[in-house]
């Protein structure tokens, strides 16, 4: 079936850095697109969306980028802090399936 | 905002016997709820979807009978492992969403230990 994937299993910033996750995706059809963070031990918590009728979407320190073209995500966190450690995963959806199939994440530590 | 409650967080028990999580929405009336399982440093996978009243659709490859989910009211849904055996020891996530298109909120999650 269609997949999502991500590029890198880890990544490690200095605090007070930008980070950037990046995710690659299969499904053509897929047109809304969501990042999570997930500590350990917890579930999901929801950090930005955005839908494929859009390129660059803003939130709090937190930028997705969508290019359709070569079907790519990514999640972009300004001045990283060590609370930002976690693992974060993307996920698609296509229409109203409201199904998410989820990348296989990125660990991301920050160093002090 | 919405808040889906899981519980427990935690559980150990005996192969054999049979453990069920509950998933509750707490403010919302939740027409469908889907069940994950995560296994250490890997992903989310879903496991099945249910909705309010009927019966769960199963991913291909999750055995209906041995994982049976009942969701009997739009705010729970239940998820019952049956005769658990250690290879079904993992970190179980539910999910739902109600009116509110494509508004998925995830519980906390169940640690599911098979001695």
């Known amino acids: 079936g269609e997949s999502v994937g991500l590029h890198l299993p880890t990544l490690s910033v200095q605090e007070g850095d930008n980070s950037i996750i990046n995710c690659a995706y299969s499904?053509?059809?897929?047109?809304?697109f969501i990042w999570y963070k997930q500590e350990s031990g917890k579930g999901p918590q929801f950090i930005i969306d955005?839908?494929?009728?859009?390129d660059k979407r803003q939130g709090q320190r937190v930028t997705v980028l969508l290019n359709k073209t070569v079907k790519h995500l990514s999640l972009q966190i300004a001045a990283t802090q060590p609370g930002d450690s976690a693992v974060y995963f993307c996920?698609?959806?296509?229409?109203?399936?409201?199904?998410?199939?989820f990348g296989s994440g990125t660990q991301l530590t920050v160093l002090p | 905002g919405a808040v889906v409650s899981q519980h427990p967080s935690w559980v150990i028990c005996k192969s054999g016997t049979s453990v069920k999580i509950e998933c509750r929405s707490l403010?919302?009336?939740?027409?469908?709820m889907f069940w994950y399982r995560q296994f250490p440093k890997q992903s989310l996978m879903l496991m099945a979807t249910?909705?309010?009243?009927?019966?769960?659709?199963?991913e291909q490859g999750v055995e209906k009978d041995k994982f049976l989910i009942n969701h009997a009211s739009l705010t729970l849904s239940t998820l019952t492992v049956t005769s658990a055996h250690p290879e079904d020891s993992s970190f179980y996530i539910c999910?739902?969403?109600?009116?509110?298109?494509?508004?998925?909120?995830f519980g906390s999650g169940t640690q599911l230990s098979v001695l």
């Open positions: 999910s739902a969403t109600g009116t509110v298109r494509e508004k998925l909120f």
């Open positions: 499904n053509s059809a897929s047109d809304y």
């Open positions: 955005i839908r494929s009728n859009m």
């Open positions: 996920a698609e959806t296509t229409g109203s399936a409201r199904q998410l199939t």
């Open positions: 403010d919302f009336q939740a027409t469908t």
């Open positions: 249910s909705n309010e009243g009927s019966k769960a659709t199963y």
